[in-house]
């Protein structure tokens, strides 16, 4: 079983490359250019942009040429042990580059970043933290583990049924923050980010643009 990944970019990308599997297992990947092992895990994935509970073999490809691509091989037997890869224990995650405290309604309460001599980047305003749709209750446990990524799963009902997945990933600056709301609500709700910035400079993706959070006034693209 082969699989490419392309790089639509102008430049070498390093990322994560999601491939649907149901087949024997245990299995590893293979670089085909470089013929190296390619890190790799088995997920199942419930999010609501996958096919809820369908197993994928996650692996992590690098250095894919700008608008190029590279062919990966699908090999059996378990490949060897990845070391340096991220970490799960209880409600903290952890890579290289991150060490984030998630509290059982699916909030940031901390998020350290290591290569910045530790600076917390968590704060709490009007009493929440990152990614807060308010207090409540719930649990927090670990959902996929292993060399490539680690994901915790916080499930609350309060104050609206939701369900929150943050996850790190092998080598990479991303934090990956998926919510769902799994439940109807008729009063007004909001999520809630706050960051220990004094001067913060927001930008956010909207299709074909990416906007800057200010009135045109003040240099920003809205009216």
């Given at each position: 079983l082969r699989f490419y990944a392309f790089n639509p970019l102008s430049w070498p990308r390093t990322d994560i490359a999601e491939l649907p599997y149901e087949g024997p297992l245990p299995v590893h990947v293979v670089d085909l250019e470089t013929g190296t092992e390619a890190p790799s895990q088995i997920v199942r994935l419930n999010e609501a942009?996958?096919?809820k509970g369908r197993q994928y073999l996650r692996v992590q490809v690098s250095q894919v040429p700008p608008v190029g691509y590279k062919v990966f091989?699908?090999?059996?037997?378990?490949?060897a042990v990845a070391a340096g890869g991220p970490q799960a224990a209880g409600n903290v995650i952890e890579?290289?580059?991150?060490?984030?405290?998630?509290?059982e309604h699916g909030s940031i309460t901390s998020l350290i970043e290591k290569t910045s001599t530790n600076r917390e980047f968590a704060s709490t305003i009007d009493g929440r933290a990152i990614n807060d749709l308010g207090a409540g209750t719930g649990t927090v446990k670990v959902e996929n583990a292993g060399p490539v990524s680690v994901t915790l799963k916080a499930v609350s009902a309060t104050p609206v049924p939701h369900v929150t997945r943050v996850t790190l990933f092998r080598g990479s600056r991303r934090i990956d923050v998926r919510n769902e709301i799994t439940g109807n609500f008729t009063d007004l709700q909001s999520w809630a980010f706050s960051f220990a910035l004094s001067s913060p400079d927001v930008w956010h993706e909207?299709?074909?643009?990416?906007?800057r959070a200010k009135l045109v006034a003040n240099g920003g693209h809205y009216w």
């Open positions: 942009v996958y096919v091989e699908v090999r059996p037997g378990a490949g890579n290289d580059r991150y060490h984030i405290e998630v509290s909207e299709v074909g643009a990416v906007i």
